[in-house]
């Protein structure tokens, strides 16, 4: 992707203040847009690659706060780095990766919507049209396609990472984070699921938010952007503490805005976590510290798939009665406040550092 | 992987004759071995990880003809490759992409059955149990876990490929070649998904013949052993052209086992692929040729789910009747041919070439 011109700042460095995010988002989808201008041409022969790759775009292109990719620029400045075509491949791969990551997410959760707008699969549900004689189950063949897709986006991930412009070695040392960071999301992705059959309070959330958020939104990113960089061990191995500790608080926040956060804000529904029966830690605390009366509640409510708003809200006002809501946000305060011990510790660039500090803040305060 | 020992051959040139297969077939099992025991250790903690590599493994080491490592040793051979650990490195990546495709592949054809035994959602339908209280679809938790055990398996083949002790140059070039490899696979499988909700005839058999066999199981194999050999572009694109027409010579006696082999031989029913609507170049050329009552009785039967094995012997009388079985005889002995005058006119290791050309006849003549 190398012939790609950055949208905000061609050679010189950018703006480091609060810009930078949507600076990088904006370069972000120009690499996009090249590349699935490239796909769609290779597949201009074929409808049905074509289709592909045309709901694929369509996905990716709704939005997202391009978080991944702002982090990966982060890990590069904090060690030196500077901004260039080739720092943005690489975030873009993150992306890329991501949306690969949650186009099957949906497919296990069985949603067709998403920010609003439909999914992948949600896009085929619509466009395949069956054979008046026969009895087919298109929702099956909608998710088969989503699931294609997204194998497409992991392979597609690593090879913009291996064409992007820098050394061979370095290249094959942040694939290797790369690998590491989707073991991670995969394996907490599955535990995650597997917590739904599992009975109320045995999940252990904490280790899901671990490997599902922190390992491969925070730490995966900013390690591969100061690898890039040239950083040393001891850099790299502050840069996992504070991406753990910050991940954590973001995947907690996350969760405390799936029960009581303002829908309109996340663009999220807050009664489908406990619905779907989700093993937050929300959930587990308020477990932990419930009366006898009201676990047998949580029991008979969370994994309810039918369960009515009504009945979310004695969730809500058990979780905030039996002192699980306040011990959760305690803890989000707390590993924000270790990830930013960690991150002034740092001999880093110092405009990156601001950044992050800036970044750690937002994320705890954030409403969506 | 670079501390494996090769079972059959530590350092010595390897018994260049119809005895390497097993050899390769051995030696691939063995990496399989120590990566699934390094993947085991690694999840010792926890029981989700360690069932999920688990299964992974018992499917994996379930059988298989090991055909693609077999290839990318052949390619490297016959560009001057000596036998090595790290060719087998290489070889049990496209083994480990190539069980995470069939993986997904069964997904969305709703088996749970390979080779007569349960594949990876197979074991999780029997492995998760429902709480009592839930009424929870067990069948979709099952594909979901498999879903996620072929996404390791896609960046599991990239690390193995990528970890592989070959240069960095080398190792960036053949990972080109291993996605474009992915990509294909998954249009042709997509295509082969789609025309099962299109009218019969409509499908384009040869291309996804061309995409889902030829190019990641022939093409792909054989060019990147070549890569690595460091052959020059002339080789390399008779690789391509030897490697595409093998593969639909393969693709298309698979085709033909699935409607006239031997089930006891093959493993497989030979009516499940017209009760599914396989649009194979068998049906294609049949209902080409075939009177307008026979085309009816192809419309009505192909696709059935629930179609008889006599409604089966129907089809089977039409594609012979119509000629559809001759033309595709045929075919297949033209492009095995096609392959073999490529391969006789490429200057690569003799002893390669002979057993290339020992495998093309093999795979024509092939029952299973």
Chains 1, 2 share one sequence.
Request: hydrophobic fraction near 40%.
């Amino acid at each position: 992707m190398g012939n790609t011109k950055l949208t905000a700042h061609k050679t010189q460095k950018p703006a480091l203040n609060g810009a930078l995010l949507g600076e990088v988002a904006c370069d972000v989808d120009g690499v996009l847009s090249s590349y699935f201008k490239d796909q769609l041409s290779r597949a201009d022969q074929h409808f049905s690659h074509h289709r592909l790759w045309e709901n694929y775009q369509t996905v990716i292109m709704a939005g997202g706060k391009r978080l991944r990719p702002y982090l990966v620029v982060l890990g590069y400045l904090a060690g030196g780095g500077t901004y260039n075509e080739a720092i943005i491949d690489v975030a873009t791969a993150w992306e890329l990766l991501h949306q690969a990551m949650l186009i099957h997410d949906d497919i296990i959760d069985r949603d067709y919507i998403r920010r609003g707008v439909s999914n992948v699969s949600g896009l085929y549900r619509r466009q395949y049209k069956v054979p008046s004689d026969h009895t087919i189950d298109v929702g099956h063949y909608a998710d088969s396609a989503a699931l294609l897709a997204g194998d497409l986006g992991i392979s597609g991930a690593y090879q913009l990472m291996i064409n992007s412009d820098f050394p061979a070695e370095k290249k094959l040392l942040i694939t290797q984070t790369f690998g590491r960071a989707i073991e991670r999301v995969v394996m907490g992705e599955l535990q995650d699921t597997e917590a739904a059959l599992e009975p109320i309070g045995t999940a252990n959330a904490r280790l899901i938010a671990e490997l599902k958020t922190a390992s491969y939104s925070f730490v995966g990113p900013l390690v591969s952007g100061a690898q890039l960089a040239g950083v040393n061990e001891v850099t790299i191995a502050q840069f996992e503490k504070f991406g753990d500790a910050l991940g954590i608080a973001f995947q907690l926040r996350d969760d405390w805005l799936g029960l009581f956060g303002d829908s309109l804000a996340t663009g999220k529904s807050i009664d489908s976590d406990v619905q779907e029966g989700k093993q937050t830690l929300l959930v587990e605390y308020a477990y932990e510290r419930a009366t006898s009366v009201q676990k047998k509640i949580l029991e008979h409510i969370v994994g309810k798939l039918d369960a009515t708003p009504e009945e979310v809200d004695e969730v809500r006002e058990i979780v905030t009665a039996s002192g699980g809501k306040a011990a959760v946000e305690a803890l989000i305060d707390q590993y924000t406040h270790a990830a930013q011990t960690t991150l002034h510790a740092m001999a880093i660039d110092s405009d990156a550092k601001t950044m992050l500090d800036a970044l750690s803040e937002r994320l705890l305060q954030r409403q969506n």
